[in-house]
């Protein structure tokens, strides 16, 4: 059995209050032990988050890290910085980092092996474009960061990993992928994961969807057999939407 996993990636928002509010919320709020819950928020409140959450086994994660192992790169957060807070996983290779700050395949592999190194579960992301799909080549672009990004990676890393398909087209846009194309997605990922390591393998790892999922659509989507999860942006904003996502496994 594969773990199911719901994260929720702040990304640049809420503030010190906002982020007490949310805290105090999402306490009262229960879901199935089954599910791994991760709180994402901006890197300052990790430590917060995670003094709050781990004792109701909520786990925290930070959205980026550094190539480097630490030393003159100011500005730049350490895999080990983040570990030593308290945080769980780390969030590779997001879409936005890959269009706004330039981070290629080449960098990520680096993301990650600093992230295993320091006992973090990497969520890398990967997913095409509009015009790559509309193109036809989104097997193709998924397959070079995938393998770019990822597939350096010994047996005993790579079922440490965690991927998120995250086609650019649906995020924050309100077009979530239907969910068909989700799972034939999924199924090819699993498939290079047969390809270059072995079936086994590829059963192990988790394979989360993100892209304007929301409490009205993660149901149909986690029904895949290939979607274990969901990458959530806009509705982890509000405990009550990331719950109901995480209830959302049938
Ligand atoms: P939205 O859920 O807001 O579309 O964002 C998805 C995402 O980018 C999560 O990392």
Not at 112 to 120: K, M, R, V
Not at 121 to 138: F, M, Q, V, W
Not at 142 to 155: A, D, R, T, Y
Not at 172 to 194: D, K, S, W
């Amino acid at each position: 059995m594969r773990k199911k996993i719901v994260a929720g990636n702040w990304k640049m928002n809420k503030v010190d209050g906002e982020v007490k509010t949310f805290l105090s919320a999402i306490k009262q709020l229960s879901y199935p032990s089954d599910v791994d819950l991760v709180v994402v928020p901006p890197a300052v409140f990790i430590k917060e988050v995670t003094n709050v959450l781990e004792p109701k086994k909520i786990y925290t994660g930070a959205q980026n890290c550094s190539e480097y192992e630490e030393g003159a790169y100011t500005g730049e957060l350490a895999a080990k910085m983040i570990r030593s807070v308290g945080a769980q996983y780390v969030i590779v290779g997001h879409s936005e980092r890959r269009a706004y700050f330039g981070e290629k395949n080449e960098v990520l592999a680096l993301k990650i092996d600093q992230a295993l190194a320091n006992n973090l579960t990497p969520i890398y992301c990967c997913g095409e474009k509009l015009e790559e799909r509309e193109a036809g080549n989104h097997f193709k672009i998924v397959e070079k960061q995938i393998e770019e990004g990822l597939f350096h990676l010994p047996i005993e890393e790579i079922t440490q990993c965690v991927i998120a398909y995250e086609p650019v087209w649906a995020i924050g846009t309100g077009v979530t992928a239907t969910p068909e194309q989700a799972q034939e997605m999924h199924v090819f990922i699993r498939n290079l994961i047969v390809k270059k390591y072995n079936q086994q393998i590829a059963e192990k790892i988790a394979i989360l969807y993100g892209g304007s999922c929301n409490p009205d659509n993660a149901k149909e989507l986690f029904a895949n057999l290939d979607i274990d999860g969901g990458l959530i942006g806009g509705a982890s904003l509000k405990p009550e939407e990331f719950i109901a996502i995480a209830n959302s496994f049938s």
